[in-house]
């Protein structure tokens, strides 16, 4: 949708078209680093140009009005500044509710409410953090509306408060740091524990990023995102017997190989390594991109696969038929299952040139293996959340 027509529909909906204004807030993938943000490891996400436009303008009273082009059957959602309980009626809407709230809670009263138009492009399913990308959306809006000043780490935090406490989702805080804190052909080398960063440079004028879709539901993801979490929490418990570490993620792969026999558990083992040694790419990819040595950073995206693939075993066969197929065509730097695993996506790094070839062979590949068509997207790095400012939407 261009931005003139989500000008005409903030009209057609809400029959007032002066003093609007337009923000962007983005999708993320995550370049390298799965399953290390709870073993005291870092992450790699870069915020995409896919992601979630909204026009707003404020009221004269303490109403807030939201409608999405994406559930235009929920039609407009309203509630009062003064009344913001979670309400499953509300849906889509409880996550800008919630992000509202604890705003109000931290920053004090909202001085009127607004009217606001969301229209996402963010493919559905996709696992790129559509909800974190509202939450932001919601939190820059409030912050640049009405003047608040909010550092914006401390959206980021509150973005995280709101899928935890009010939705009730027990996640991290990546989706929301990266979509926040995104910068356009960067990435960001993350400690989640700390959220110590910094930004790596990603030129990739010659290549381009591809994420492909599996389209297969991930029933399994959150039981054995539960079971892996154990174990590694037990290998560490095991290794603390003569190490004083607090997490995986405090280990070099040196330290894990002179110390691994402590574990005593091949299995225990398996999952310990993919921890140590997934964190120590994402410090070698940081060291890659800042040499612009884009070819070493696709080996470490083959070698987490494979870490994920064998010593994690979260991938199974459709993201391996995905990365396999990858793998073999002409002008890919490196690809890799993104994500919790058990379905989502994979994401490759392909030369611009072979982008067409490439979802095309990859495609034809996986519907042959698996039955049925995966879906590709081909993403730029872009911005965190910001007002598009002089961009005119009349």
């Known amino acids: 949708m261009e931005k003139h027509e989500l000008f005409n529909k903030f009209v057609e909906i809400f029959k007032v078209e002066d003093q609007v204004r337009l923000f962007f807030s983005p999708g993320r993938i995550n370049l390298i680093g799965e399953h290390t943000d709870y073993n005291g490891g ?4 870069a915020a995409i140009t896919f992601g979630t ?7 004269e009273d303490r109403l807030v009005r939201l409608y999405s082009e994406n559930f235009p059957d929920k039609g407009i959602i309203e509630f009062s500044l003064d009344a913001l309980e979670y309400d499953t009626a509300h849906n889509w809407a409880n996550y800008p509710k919630g992000m509202i709230r604890y705003v109000q809670e931290s920053f004090g009263a909202l001085r009127n409410g607004f009217e606001l138009l969301i229209h996402g492009n963010i493919p559905n399913g996709a696992g790129l953090s559509s909800s974190a990308s509202l939450e932001m959306l919601m939190g820059v809006i409030l912050d640049e509306v009405y003047n608040l000043k909010i550092a914006r780490v401390e959206l980021v935090k509150l973005g995280q408060k709101v899928e935890n406490k ?99 558990d091949e299995l ?37 696969h494979t870490s994920l693939k064998d010593d994690y075993e979260v991938t199974g066969i459709e993201l391996d038929t995905l990365v396999s197929a990858a793998w073999s065509q002409e002008g890919t730097i490196g690809a890799r299952m993104t994500g ?33 068509e995966a879906t590709f997207y081909v993403a730029s790095i872009g911005d965190g959340t910001k007002e598009l400012k002089g961009e005119l939407i009349r």
């Open 166 to 264: 009010f939705i009730g989702v027990n996640s991290g805080i990546m989706d929301q740091f990266a979509i926040g804190m995104g910068k356009e052909n960067c990435g960001i080398l993350l400690d989640c524990q700390t959220l110590t960063y910094e930004y790596a440079p990603l030129n990739l004028e010659n290549h381009k990023i591809i994420i492909m879709n599996t389209n297969k539901r991930r029933e399994l993801a959150d039981s054995k995102y539960n079971e892996r979490r154990a174990q590694c929490e037990e290998a560490l418990h095991r290794l603390q017997a003569k190490l004083n570490i607090e997490a995986l993620g405090s280990l070099t792969e040196e330290q894990f190989e002179a110390n691994r026999e402590l574990i005593g």
């Open 340 to 372: 919790a695993g058990f379905g989502g996506c994979a994401i490759a790094l392909v030369d611009k040139n072979c982008v067409d070839l490439f979802i095309k062979e990859v495609g034809e590949s996986y519907k042959e293996r698996i039955g049925y």
């Open 268 to 304: 225990l083992e398996k999952r310990a390594k993919h921890a140590v040694y997934e964190n120590a790419r994402t410090i070698k990819a940081l060291t890659a991109l800042k040499d612009e040595n884009l070819a070493y950073f696709g080996e470490l995206m083959n070698a987490s």
């Open 53 to 59: 436009y909204g026009v707003v303008r404020e009221r």
């Open 42 to 45: 870092n992450v790699f996400p």
